[in-house]
T-cell receptor, first 113, second 115 residues
Framework: AQTVTQSQPEMSVQEAETVTLSCTYD???????LFWYKQPPSRQMILVIR??????QNATENRFSVNFQKAAKSFSLKISDSQLGDAAMYFC??????????FGKGTRLSVIA | DTGVSQDPRHKITKRGQNVTFRCDPI?????LYWYRQTLGQGPEFLTY????????KSRLLSDRFSAERPKGSFSTLEIQRTEQGDSAMYLC?????????????FGPGTRLTVT
């Protein structure tokens, strides 16, 4: 079975600062994919960034980057230059490609102006 | 590309009633997923389809739940004899099953309240 753990129920960051959200996972698969999804209040979930486990290089998407530590089964999300629009629930998720996602419980991020 | 749509967005029903939700995926996507999200939790997988074939059902999907995707396009999720514990957000997502880009695109969800 695959599991995803997010140990930070809530985080806050000052506007323009950097914040890191933590995620650990467990899987017996050798080929898997990791994702960070953003769910703004009352709005639909959107993909922020994804990482293929076979790739050693950490994924980046503009202000968003990940720190993928395969041996430690850790997958953290760093948000640089935080903006008010970054306030949302962030979910770490895992699957084996084109299979159902397994989600963590989420981290609620607040951005302070 | 109009994205994944779900209908209705909100549903309030009395315990014991049946409800049906609809999901329209992105048109070229052949995989369709249903998830359930309760307050303060991440989404949990319920079932998914490739075209019209239902590939997997979670143990969360009791006998009161049934899902269909009759022509490989839209899907319906029916809950019979609703219970208060069924109150949740029901999310639909779709993806394309080849090409290496397995991103799942989510709809806005249907929020079910059982009174």
């Amino acid at each position: 079975a695959q599991t995803v753990t997010q140990s930070q129920p809530e985080m806050s960051v000052q506007e323009a600062e950097t914040v890191t959200l933590s995620c650990t996972y467990d899987t017996s698969e050798s080929d898997y994919y990791l994702f960070w999804y953003k769910q703004p209040p009352s709005r639909q979930m959107i993909l922020v960034i994804r990482q293929e486990a076979y790739k050693q290089q950490n994924a980046t998407e503009n202000r968003f980057s990940v720190n993928f530590q395969k041996a430690a089964k850790s997958f953290s999300l760093k948000i640089s230059d935080s903006q008010l629009g970054d306030a949302a629930m962030y979910f770490c998720a895992l699957n084996s490609g084109n299979t159902p996602l397994v989600f963590g419980k989420g981290t609620r991020l607040s951005v302070i102006a | 590309d109009t994205g994944v749509s779900q209908d209705p967005r909100h549903k309030i029903t009395k315990r014991g009633q049946n409800v049906t939700f609809r999901c329209d995926p992105i048109s070229e996507h052949n995989r369709l997923y249903w998830y359930r999200q309760t307050l303060g939790q991440g989404p949990e997988f319920l079932t998914y389809f490739q075209n019209e074939a239902q590939l997997e059902k979670s143990r969360l999907l009791s006998d009161r739940f049934s899902a269909e995707r009759p022509k490989g396009s839209f899907s319906t999720l029916e809950i019979q004899r609703t219970e208060q514990g069924d109150s949740a957000m029901y999310l639909c997502a779709s993806s394309f099953s080849s090409g290496g880009n397995y991103e799942q695109y989510f709809g806005p969800g249907t929020r079910l309240t059982v009174t």
